[in-house]
């Protein structure tokens, strides 16, 4: 029986198990989900009456906008983490301890202030000593905050995760650090955590979320006013489950794209090369890296 690098292979017995606990772990999840519907069905939650209000086009003009401001706090929060992801894990990785340590203390420190504390300072806190911030840039900043120190060490991880010949073949040839880091490890680094990356960006759609509780105009706040709004019937729990839908189709076209960028990264021409030429060349070192070829191909 072959073996896996994790576990072993299950047996006959162990694959019988684990399809009954999976035909009763889904016959569960259904049954929950069935009752909530029919639960919602019996308070006639799906009445026309109740989703009246949707066929206003002024409200959907609403969820549009709403839309748009939680996708531009996320956009903005999405590439400040991702720089201040990269510049926390180079600085935890450099070799001098006194660029290291002071990084690492930031790093977990901000991973360490939940998000919603961190808005709160910057939004009701900052303006105690005379700095009014708007809260727009309070949900971004607490988000690139947390988002990019947990990014580091996703990177960080992924770097050192890395066959040590990795690093070795690029000083070998004269690299700095500096040129090992940026041509050899972070791009290697980025397509093996390119999964962890993009679910933390998930996350930090759906934490944009959190902006309502400081009157951020996105999708949770509007969702809030309308369902209470007695114009159109107070109709809180249809518009949770339309911002529900909305959110759930934003995460899924991220998590598209994402699989898209890493099936093209997958099929760099660059990339397959370097991997026909390792199998190919017979010059590797005794963990199968190639000095000259992982150089000239820049991974």
Excluded at 15 to 31: E, M, P, Q, W, Y
Excluded at 132 to 150: C, E, K, R
Excluded at 164 to 172: D, H
């Amino acid at each position: 029986m072959s073996g896996s690098v994790l576990y072993d292979v299950p047996g006959p017995r162990a694959i019988a198990r684990n399809r009954v606990i999976g035909v009763i772990t889904i016959a569960v999840v259904v049954a929950i989900i069935g009752f909530f519907v029919w639960r919602l069905i019996a308070t006639g939650q799906f009445s026309a009456q109740k989703w009246i209000g949707f066929t206003y086009t002024r409200i959907w003009e609403q969820i549009a906008m709403a839309t748009l401001r939680t996708l531009a706090a996320f956009g903005a929060a999405a590439v400040g983490a991702l720089i201040l992801g990269f510049v926390l894990a180079i600085g935890r990785l450099s070799d001098r301890a006194w660029i290291r340590w002071p990084v690492t203390a930031i790093t977990e420190f901000l991973r360490a202030v939940p998000v919603l504390v961190m808005m709160f300072l910057l939004y009701y806190g900052l303006p105690v000593i005379g700095v009014d911030m708007p809260s727009y840039w309070a949900v971004v900043i607490a988000l690139i905050a947390y988002n990019g120190s947990v990014l580091a060490e996703v990177i960080r991880a992924g770097v050192e995760s890395l066959p040590r010949g990795q690093g070795e073949a690029g000083y070998s040839i004269g690299l700095r650090k500096s040129g090992v880091m940026r041509l050899i490890l972070l791009p290697q680094a980025i397509r093996a955590m390119m999964p962890v990356i993009i679910s933390q960006l998930v996350v930090t759609l759906k934490d944009t979320a959190l902006g309502f509780i400081i009157t951020y105009e996105e999708l949770l706040l509007l969702a809030k006013q309308l369902g209470a709004a007695n114009t159109i019937g107070r109709p809180i729990v249809q518009m949770t489950m339309v911002v529900a839908v909305i959110y759930i189709g934003m995460c899924l076209l991220l998590s598209l794209l994402a699989r898209v960028a890493e099936k093209r990264m997958s099929r760099s021409p660059k990339v397959q090369g370097a991997a026909r030429k390792l199998e190919e060349d017979p010059r590797r070192h005794d963990d199968g890296t190639d000095t000259e070829l992982i150089a000239q191909q820049r991974l």
